[in-house]
């Protein structure tokens, strides 16, 4: 393999101080206004100028990342959560003036042209649809709107449940779930679904908080919803609202039948008559849940041990981020819920933000993390911060086929064969159950956004009867209809980062279509995988599959070729149509 791990280098500031600190509003805009001020005479002073620009983002971009950072690990911290919200509300609303600014001298530049296009021309683009959008009167409001999502994470995190008297966290309860005893599991899970109803409420209020706003934020771009503007500002500029309907009907034809294949396979081994919410990650009784690791260091220290094997750019990154105390792995309470990559823009080494309780969806969750983490080291050595701001259908891919070329190491986890096994089909069923679920999750936002100032009872009804559409019917829900019509508050995208949900699907299709190709050839896969993630996003997204060695596409033809590829592979792990 051509890849080789390099220590990241941290570009010397040359518009900053080294010892710079940001502290206000006034300590950052001198250098806005020297940058929005300077003249620009030639090719050189352009790129003299854009590298000045990308050092100002980069820095900022870092600062506000390890105040968010520190607020999701310990959201019990006033002092963390003021300092995130003053920098949403007393220093971005002044940052983005000056950004449109900044993109309008960049477009309005004679010396433009002599860019090279095969670097810049996704930048470019993007510059110019950013301004396009741009309005004073959505400054106040994405502030709002920033501040408002964040008590999405400050309800969840306070959320715990007693179980045999002792105190869990919602993530660490979700593991008894797999306890071989039924009993337990249905306590557990009505204990969970009545925990998440005690705040039903609240959270329909913060929902309709931020509809409201981003409705507002649509109308103020000339946009008629908040879907259409969402899709112009993510940039999607490789596919339609359309496409995400056939990505949509794909599903319910071609991957649905897997679905309720792999829940029947559940039912026989668990020998029940009737499948219910609980029993969905459960083994057989007689059988223990796959117990992993036991704590954050040794998911940390495996999973080193993991991508020693696959590739040691890949375990020399996750110990770079050891070093540097970038990874916070373990659940507790206090700490916000989920699991994230955040890229630190200026040092590139990222940080790793997860709820790890012992699970095997933990190690899941640690490959897909450390996909993202290799994609930001990878890409760190771009010229500019704003070519590492790559769209999420190609970061999703790179964290998505991270979970499956890493399966077949998973022995590291579990030495024990017939354990690797089950965990290997575990991984299965989650990609084969995640993608009706996306295609749920991101059909109700369509309709969430083009039916404004509907009521919580329409979209109550209006969930049900989507998310009917993507059910197989198999699962009994019988006594827990409330918790059901009430399950999309779990999906925390929804509240935080609207729209940005089909991605995933997008990628899934494509990492295992990048599967397919590592079964094939190893050492290609993989060196395809890396020469796409160094790329950042100085191509298009077809560009960057092609690179990757897969196409970007996610028609009915392409997931049924798909499904026909992961069909037999089902068959070798054991399940029966």
């Known amino acids: 393999m051509s890849w080789k791990f390099e220590p990241l280098q941290v570009k010397e500031r040359t518009l900053l101080p080294v010892d710079f600190a940001i502290t206000n509003w006034e ?13 620009i005479n030639d090719s050189a002073q352009l790129n003299k100028w854009l590298q000045d620009v990308s050092e100002l983002e980069a820095v900022l971009s870092e600062d506000v990342c390890w105040r968010q950072i520190r607020m999701t690990c ?128 609240k959270l329909n209020e913060l929902f309709d908080k931020l509809l409201a706003i981003r409705q507002q934020i649509a109308v103020n771009a000339g946009f008629e919803n908040y879907r259409d503007y969402k899709f112009r500002e993510l940039g999607r500029f490789d596919y339609s609202v359309a496409d995400c ?37 459960a ?88 996909g993202h983490a290799a994609h930001s080291f990878l890409s760190h050595p771009l010229p500019l911060t704003s070519l590492k701001e790559y769209p999420m259908e190609i970061a999703e891919l790179a964290s998505m086929s991270m979970e499956l070329f890493s399966m077949e190491h998973w022995d590291v986890f579990f030495p024990d064969q017939t354990e690797l096994h089950r965990a290997q089909l575990e991984e299965m069923e989650r990609i084969i159950t995640v993608l009706p679920w996306i295609a749920t999750i991101d059909k109700y936002q369509h309709w969430l956004y083009t039916h404004p100032g509907h009521t919580v009872m329409e979209r109550e009804a209006a969930w049900l009867e989507i998310l009917g559409e993507f059910s197989t019917g198999v699962t009994d829900w ?29 990628a899934q299709l494509g990492a295992v279509a ?21 790329l950042g996003y100085t191509r298009t997204l077809g560009e960057l599959y092609e690179v990757a060695g897969i196409r970007f596409d996610f028609s009915p033809a392409y997931i049924k070729e798909l499904t026909d590829f992961v069909t037999p592979v089902l068959k070798e792990m054991g399940v029966e149509a």
């Open 478 to 506: 019988s006594g827990h209809e409330e918790y059901r019509k009430n399950l999309w508050q779990k999906q925390l995208h929804l509240f935080e980062v609207p729209f940005y949900y089909i991605e995933y699907g997008i």
């Open 27 to 39: 300590s950052i805009k001198p250098y806005y206004e020297a940058l929005k001020n300077r003249e």
């Open 74 to 201: 310990d959201t019990t911290n006033k002092e963390l959560e003021e300092a995130f919200t003053f920098f949403c509300t007393e220093i971005e609303p002044h940052i983005k003036p000056y950004a449109f600014e900044l993109n309008k001298k960049l477009l309005d530049c004679p010396f433009v042209t002599e860019l090279d296009k095969s670097l810049y021309f996704p930048y470019l683009r993007s510059v110019a649809n950013a301004a396009s959008l741009y309005r004073d009167a959505n400054v106040p409001l994405q502030a709002e709107m920033s501040v408002l999502a964040q008590q999405y994470g400050a309800i969840s995190g306070a959320m715990t449940v007693t179980v045999d008297d002792k105190v869990y966290t919602l993530q660490q309860a979700a593991k008894l779930l797999q306890n071989p005893d039924r009993a337990l599991r249905e306590n557990v899970f009505g204990a969970i679904s009545s925990r998440r109803l005690t705040d039903k409420e």
């Open 514 to 534: 990048m599967w397919r190709q590592y079964r094939t050839n190893k050492e290609q896969a993989l060196t395809n995988y890396m020469d796409a993630l160094s």
């Open 283 to 370: 083994e057989p009784a007689g059988t223990e849940p796959l117990r992993p690791f036991g704590t954050g260091a040794e998911l940390a220290a495996k999973t080193v041990e993991v991508f020693s094997r696959l590739s040691p750019f890949f375990s020399s990154c996750i110990e770079t981020m050891q070093q540097m105390n970038r990874l916070d792995l373990e659940s507790r309470i206090g700490k916000a819920p989920g699991g994230y990559n955040c890229p630190l823009a200026e040092t590139g080494v990222p940080f790793i933000f997860m709820n790890a309780a012992g699970t095997m969806g933990d190690v899941i969750t640690m490959m897909h993390e450390c």
């Open 245 to 281: 309907f056939a990505f949509h009907d794909a599903v319910k034809e071609h991957i649905l039948p897997l679905q309720a294949m792999l829940t029947k396979h559940r039912q026989r081994r668990l020998g029940v008559d009737t499948m219910r919410p609980w029993d969905g990650d």
